[in-house]
């Protein structure tokens, strides 16, 4: 039977792209959305990709849309947190809301999920948990002290449950996109990322969500039981950590 692996943000963005690639790699996916139905419901009718909508921030909603999910198509035994969403102004502007919808949505969602899917995965001795963190969690950025924190936060998740989770046959490892050419990026203020960005990626382009979705499949597949409490990096050279 085909493993079952829940994707968080699944249905846009580099998470759209992950929902595809572990499709085609052989897993049974449900892909969470927070919010935008119009592009989920495109997603499923040309996925065919199981969508569930919850707020990954809400601890109870993460526990009931698991629940169901588990009820739908079977344990979960790769988790992919990867729903994030950006806020960005400079701190002395920053107002307590766009400081803490980051954070909920960017690292509270790694408690949460990954609290109710844990339990089940040591039972049955076997767990993939891959968490999207960034570039800028890793070099900090002007104008995201709120995502740099949450981004930064995520590394010390993964690294703390990676050991708790080592003899149970569950790893848990970090994945640091670059800028990758999605809605999230092309949000930025052109002029900011023609003449502050993109001339400091040596490749000289932006990312493919495609490229991090490679990523993902890599750290999922059972032969990749070795790597542990690491971080993948894949920024073009922008930041070689
Ligand atoms: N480094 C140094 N200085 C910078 C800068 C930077 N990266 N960006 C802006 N500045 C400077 C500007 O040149 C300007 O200086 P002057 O007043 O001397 O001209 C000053 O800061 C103010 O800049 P703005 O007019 O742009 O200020 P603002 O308040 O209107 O906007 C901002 C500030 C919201 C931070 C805007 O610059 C911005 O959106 N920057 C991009 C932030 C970014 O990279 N976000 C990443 C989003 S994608 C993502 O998060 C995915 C991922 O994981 C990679």
Redesign the pocket.
């Known amino acids: 039977m085909a493993r079952v692996a829940l994707v968080t943000g699944g249905t846009r963005g580099i998470g759209e792209a992950i929902s595809r690639g572990l499709k085609e790699a052989g897993f049974t996916v449900a892909a969470t959305y927070g919010g935008n139905d119009e592009a989920a419901n495109k997603f499923k009718e040309e996925t065919g990709i199981h969508v569930f909508k919850w707020d990954v921030g809400d601890f109870d909603a993460c526990k009931a849309g698991i629940a169901k999910v588990e009820a739908d198509l079977g344990p979960v035994d790769v988790l992919v947190n990867n729903a994030?969403i950006?806020r960005?102004?400079?701190l002395h502007?920053m107002t307590p809301e766009n400081w803490r919808a980051v954070i909920s949505t960017n690292l509270d969602s790694l408690f949460n999920m990954t609290r109710n899917v844990i339990e089940g995965m040591r039972d049955r001795n076997y767990g993939r948990i891959i968490s999207i963190s960034?570039?800028?969690?890793q070099k900090g950025?002007?104008?995201?002290a709120n995502?740099s924190a949450a981004?930064a936060g995520v590394f010390g998740f993964t690294k703390a449950v990676a050991q708790e989770s080592a003899a149970k046959g569950i790893t848990v490892n970090a994945i640091a996109?670059?800028?990758?050419g999605t809605e999230?990026?092309r949000?930025?203020?052109e002029e900011?990322?023609n003449t502050?960005?993109l001339p400091l990626i040596p490749v000289g382009r932006l990312g493919e969500p495609e490229e991090i979705a490679r990523c993902v499949v890599f750290l999922a597949g059972e032969d990749a039981g070795f790597i542990t409490g690491a971080t993948l990096t894949a920024n073009g050279g922008q930041y070689m950590a």
Do not use: E
Request: charged share 15%; proline share 7%; hydrophobic share 35%.
């Open positions: 994030g950006t960005d102004g400079t502007r960034s570039i800028n969690g950025q002007f104008g995201q995502y981004k996109p670059g800028y990758i999230m990026v949000a930025v203020p900011v990322l502050k960005i």
